[in-house]
C-alpha cells in the first residue's frame, strides 16, 4: 500500500476540517478583536468554533431557503476566500492601529463626539447617581469615559456652596519628605473635580485611582437667545488649581488624605468611594467655617517631622550666664580608654592606696591558702567555667 497518498488524503481531510470549522471564525476574531491580547486564549478559541459554524450555517440556509445550488467543495471555496478577505482586513486594521492616523483623526473628530457622549452620560448618570446628603457638598454632574476596555475614567464635579482658600504645597518628585507649604495669599473657589478611575470586568468594580482637585469653573448658558425665558446653565471646569513641573508638583494639602481612600477602603464601590469624598469635602469646608481648620496628612506628618527633629537640638542646650548656647552632641560611640590612661588609673589607684599592713608573711600566707586547695581529679567543667565566669564579674564590678 502507498503511503504518499494516504498522507495527502489525511492532511486534505484535517485542512478540509479546519476550513470548515476553525479558520473562518478565526479570522473574522481577528478582525472584531484585532490585538492578540484583547483576548484570551481559550476566548479565541471559543468564538473561532462559534463563528465557523455559523458561517457554515448560513451557506446551508442559501442553499436550503434561497434554492441556491451549493455543494461541499463550493462551501469551501467560498470559505477560503472569505478567510482570505477577512485576513486583508485584518492587516489593514493592524496597519491602521500602528500608524499615527488614529492620532490625528482624533484630534480632528473626536471632540465633538465626545462632547455629546459626556452630554448624554451626564444625562444617564443623573437618573441613576443617588449619592449622601451632606450640609455642603453636592455633585453638580457626573461624566464617565472608557479609557480601554476594563477602566472607565469618572469625572464628578463637586460644589461645596461657598468659597473657600486653597491651601496648597510644594512637593518634590524626587523626595518624598521634601514639602512645603505655600504662604498666602492662597486662591479661592468653591468647585472641587473627583477623578476616578475604575477597573470593571465581571460585575466587579474596584478603584484603581483618586484625585480631588480644586478647580475654577466657566459659566455657559443655553438656550434659544438671551431673552429666551428658559435657559439652561451649564458648568465647565476651566482649569485645575494644581502646577506640575519636572521636578515638583504643587498641590492642594489636601490631596494626599483623599489619594489615601484607595489604600484604607479598597473594598468599597464607586458609589460608597464618592460618599466619602463627599462627607470628607463636607468635614473641611465645615471645619473651615467654624474657624477650627482639620489639619491635613501633610501638616500633620511636617509637624511630627519638626518636633522629632527638635528633640536632639533641646538635650544639648546647656544655660550660660548670657543666655543660651548650643553645644555640640558627642558621638554616642564608647570611647575604650588608650595606654597611657590605664598608666595614669593604676598610678591614681596605687598613690591612694593604703599598704602599710602589706608584709612578705603576707605573701607566704596567700601561697600556703593556694596550695591548700583541693581539686579533684575528675572536675565539672562546665560547672568550673560558670565559677571563673561569676569570679571575673565580681573582679569586673569591683573594678568599676
Known amino acids: 500500500m502507498d503511503t504518499v497518498p494516504v498522507i495527502v488524503e489525511a492532511a486534505r481531510v484535517i485542512l478540509a476540517f479546519l476550513n470548515l470549522f476553525f479558520i473562518p471564525g ?31 450555517i448560513a451557506f446551508l440556509f442559501v442553499d436550503i431557503v434561497l434554492g441556491v445550488g451549493t455543494t461541499p467543495g463550493t462551501i469551501s471555496l467560498t470559505l477560503g476566500v472569505l478567510s482570505a478577505f477577512m485576513l486583508v482586513v485584518w492587516l489593514c486594521e493592524i496597519w491602521y492601529l500602528n500608524s499615527s492616523l488614529p492620532v490625528k483623526l482624533n484630534k480632528r473628530f473626536s471632540r465633538g463626539y465626545q462632547a455629546l457622549q459626556m452630554y448624554f452620560s451626564r444625562m444617564i448618570n443623573s437618573n441613576r447617581d443617588r449619592f449622601v446628603n451632606t450640609a455642603m457638598a453636592r455633585v453638580v454632574w457626573h461624566e464617565n469615559v472608557m479609557s480601554d476596555r476594563n477602566h472607565i475614567n469618572h469625572s464628578y464635579l463637586i460644589d461645596i456652596g461657598e468659597e473657600i482658600d486653597i491651601q496648597q504645597v510644594d512637593e518634590n518628585k524626587w523626595n518624598s519628605s521634601d514639602r512645603a507649604l505655600l504662604p498666602p495669599p492662597h486662591p479661592g473657589t468653591r468647585y472641587f473635580e473627583l477623578f476616578i478611575r475604575e477597573y470593571n470586568e465581571d460585575g466587579i468594580s474596584l478603584i484603581d485611582d483618586l484625585q480631588v482637585y480644586p478647580v475654577q469653573v466657566t459659566e455657559k448658558s443655553e438656550g434659544i437667545n438671551k431673552a429666551h425665558s428658559i435657559q439652561r446653565r451649564t458648568l465647565k471646569i476651566a482649569r485645575r488649581i494644581d502646577k506640575k513641573t519636572d521636578t515638583s508638583e504643587i498641590r492642594w494639602i489636601y490631596s494626599h488624605d483623599f489619594h489615601l481612600f484607595v489604600l484604607i477602603h479598597p473594598q468599597d464601590t464607586l458609589g460608597r468611594m464618592v460618599d466619602r469624598v463627599l462627607l470628607k469635602l463636607d468635614e473641611i469646608v465645615i471645619s473651615i467655617k467654624n474657624g477650627s481648620r482639620i489639619s491635613s496628612h501633610v501638616e500633620v506628618t511636617e509637624k511630627l517631622k519638626d518636633e522629632f527633629d527638635a528633640v536632639p537640638e533641646k538635650s544639648f542646650i546647656t544655660r550660660t550666664g548670657k543666655g543660651m548656647t548650643s553645644k555640640v552632641p558627642e558621638s554616642p560611640v564608647f570611647n575604650y580608654p ?30 600556703r591558702m593556694i596550695a591548700g586547695i583541693n581539686i579533684p581529679e575528675k572536675t565539672d567543667i562546665d560547672s568550673l567555667k560558670t565559677f571563673i565566669r561569676e569570679m571575673e564579674d565580681d573582679g569586673n564590678y569591683l573594678y568599676e
Open 26 to 56: 478565526f479570522v473574522i476574531s481577528l478582525v472584531f478583536f484585532p490585538r492578540f491580547a484583547d483576548l484570551g486564549l481559550i476566548q479565541r478559541l471559543v468564538y473561532s468554533l462559534i463563528l465557523s459554524i455559523g458561517a457554515v
Open 338 to 367: 588608650t595606654e597611657t590612661d590605664r598608666r595614669m588609673m593604676h598610678a591614681e589607684i596605687v598613690r591612694n592606696l593604703k599598704a602599710d599592713y602589706v608584709t612578705p608573711e603576707t605573701f607566704r600566707r596567700s601561697d
